[in-house]
């Protein structure tokens, strides 16, 4: 426990094959429920840890009252798509069922997630889970999320064929692009354009819905990576739609970089999740 916030590391949530899953809990230390949200780290869906930037990004938001639960997910040297979406879906259907014994408010879970675990987060939103049981106030059980932060996401992975970056590549990618791509390589293709079909299903702009909850995205305008037209695909089409969904551009950010790590971005997803997530008083 430091600075007002305590951690339960290495929490079993789900064992797919045998391999089981953990997440971190990061929560703020205090009396009473408080609301939660799941965060998937990027990595291009092939590598990349529950505990990236965790002092950089998940203890903050903590800090400002939301519990963070940072999550596993099965890799693509291990599985194939839609396996990274079943992972995320068991953990919140988890924390809903064992939240109350760490403290967690959890009928209304939020997801925030990071490049390919962004994607993940808007999958969680604009997918609802088939096995969630509606109870007779209109709640749900399972595992649906009821509002979306999606940094740098990609939404649209046949448009990652022929999108151009907007700025150089990011510091931490030296080298050729990756052959197969990582996009590619989440659905078991050489290439996504080989099966249109598979690659649409596993797009989140395929999936906008009138009723999707809340969305926040946020995305730099330098992304070497994802382009910011991801991102503006996606909050177009949702806000076409009738769905309530916000875009904030990083001016001159790269993908994954600095910026998004300072206090105003974060201060920017506490806020929305301390909104979105704000249950209503029980009588």
């Known amino acids: 426990m430091s600075d007002g916030i305590e951690v339960r590391r290495g929490l079993v949530f789900a064992e797919p094959a045998g391999q089981p899953l953990q997440l971190d809990l990061y ?4 009396n009473g429920e408080v609301p939660v949200c799941v965060y ?16 950089d990004r998940l203890v903050p938001v903590a800090r400002s009252g939301i519990a963070v639960a940072s999550i596993d997910y099965r890799l693509t040297d291990t599985a194939t798509f839609p396996a990274q979406l079943e992972d995320a879906r068991a953990a919140v259907r988890w924390l809903r069922a064992h939240g109350a014994e760490h403290g967690l408010a959890t009928g209304r879970i939020g997801a925030w997630g990071a490049s ?6 808007a999958l969680l939103g604009l997918c609802p889970d088939d096995a969630d049981p509606q109870l007779g106030d209109g709640s749900v059980q399972g595992g649906s999320v009821q509002g979306v ?4 996401p990609p939404t649209d992975l046949l448009g990652l064929e022929t999108d151009e970056p907007e700025g150089p590549p990011p510091p931490f990618r030296s080298g050729p692009p990756p ?3 990582f996009e590619a390589r989440l659905l078991g293709l050489s290439a996504a354009s080989d099966d249109p079909a598979r690659a649409r ?8 819905r009138p009723d ?9 305008d330098r992304d070497g990576l994802i382009p910011s037209v991801q991102s503006r695909r996606l909050v177009e089409a949702l806000s076409a739609a009738g769905a309530t969904a ?5 001016a001159g950010a790269n993908h994954e970089d600095p910026a998004f790590d300072t206090p105003g971005s974060l201060g920017a997803v506490s806020g929305f999740l301390r909104t979105v997530l704000a249950e209503a008083p029980r009588s």
């Open 27 to 30: 929560r703020p230390v205090g």
């Open 40 to 55: 998937l780290h990027g990595g291009g869906w092939a590598r990349g840890s529950r505990t990236d930037r965790a002092g």
């Open 116 to 121: 390919a675990g962004g994607h993940l987060a």
């Open 149 to 152: 932060v999606a940094w740098f």
């Open 179 to 181: 052959s197969p791509s």
């Open 201 to 208: 299903a596993a797009s989140p702009l395929t999936h906008v």
């Open 212 to 220: 999707a909850p809340p969305f926040l995205v946020v995305h730099g």
């Open 246 to 250: 916000d875009l904030m551009l990083l």
